[in-house]
């Protein structure tokens, strides 16, 4: 009996504490804890808007349970880390614009935020990209260093919008350099060649399109041109005879100089597996790089026939 109630009275002060560690937080608690977590989410959102990298991760739980999805791709806190640096070195500013949040309290060291926002992106190579429908949720724990992220998680659509920062380049003045009948040596014996008048005929450019081995026709095609206002870029349908179409979108990023992606990597063409790019120079000549991975795999020298 003597043995029963020693444990009975063991047990008292643990029942008692976990009944005080568990027990409801009052409104004025969440109140205060609400004002430090909304604290904590917008040093986090300022961080990315100022696409500061050291104070984003400084912002997160240093822990190996870590983890943030990004449109259902997953990452740990080494990959959050090695990864925020070189997206944001890509970008010049966000805007993140939170429309509503709201907090959960799962328990006393724990707190859910969840948020709509969108997001503005400037690049510093000129693009502008809005994120929308975007749904923002976190887990902040309760540390000694303050509150911090435990787990993140973000949707979003992304589309791509008119640029407004790139000097006030007109596309549509710009893309005239076009006019002409070009040649490009593709190797030995081998040219394409491609001609335009400049002009937008019933809001449409078009091309005539040519591959030659030794002088002698082997391929012929047509490319139609149209100008998306929206997005600032022109979208380019190409058709060999024989062949499926072909959809690009391109851009000039310089008064002399074009971007292209393939249709599907124009909202992230930062992303893109492959890209091209094409100097137009004084002299009559232009030069267009194709890129696999960032990393040159073939160029062609291109000259104006008349």
């Keep these: ?16 504490c976990t009944t005080q560690s568990t027990s409801p937080l009052s409104k004025a608690e969440k109140d205060k804890i609400q004002g430090e977590v909304k604290a904590a989410a917008n ?29 259902g791709n997953v990452i740990t806190h080494k990959e ?3 990864n925020v640096k070189p997206i944001f070195a890509e970008m010049k500013s966000q805007k993140i614009t939170i429309l509503d949040e709201q907090f959960a309290f799962p328990d006393n060291t724990s707190v859910l935020y969840v948020a709509n926002y969108t997001d503005t992106v ?15 949720t976190m887990l902040f724990k309760n540390t000694d260093k303050g509150w911090k992220m435990a787990y ?32 490009g040596e593709m190797g030995k014996d081998t040219s394409f060649v491609w001609s335009s008048n400049g002009e937008f005929k019933d809001n449409v450019l078009l091309f005539d399109l040519k591959m030659m081995v030794k002088g002698k026709l082997i391929s012929e095609g047509k490319s139609s041109v149209v100008y998306d206002k929206r997005s600032g870029k022109f979208i380019e349908t190409e058709q060999i005879k024989g062949s499926d179409p072909v959809v690009y979108a391109w ?37 267009q790089v194709f890129y696999k991975s960032e990393k040159e795999v073939w160029s062609v020298n291109y000259t104006r026939q008349k």
Excluded at 43 to 70: H, Q, W
Excluded at 172 to 183: H, P, R
């Design 1 to 16: 009996m003597k043995t029963k109630w020693l444990l009975f009275l063991l047990l008292i002060p643990l029942f008692a």
């Design 43 to 71: 040093e986090i959102r300022k961080a990315c808007d100022e696409v500061n990298a050291d104070a984003l991760t400084g912002a997160i739980l240093d822990s190996p349970d870590f983890l943030y999805m990004m449109n």
């Design 80 to 82: 959050f880390v090695e």
């Design 122 to 136: 400037h690049y510093k190579d000129g693009r502008v990209t809005l994120d929308e429908s975007g749904i923002w």
């Design 152 to 183: 993140g998680s973000e949707t979003f659509i992304t589309r791509p919008l008119l640029d407004k920062s790139t000097g006030g380049l007109n596309q549509m003045e710009l893309v005239k350099q076009f006019a002409g009948t070009w040649k």
């Design 251 to 287: 851009w000039f990023t310089a008064n002399n100089m074009i971007n292209s992606v393939m249709i599907h990597d124009i909202a992230t063409p930062d992303k893109a597996a492959m890209n091209a790019t094409l100097e137009f120079s004084k002299d009559g000549t232009a030069k």
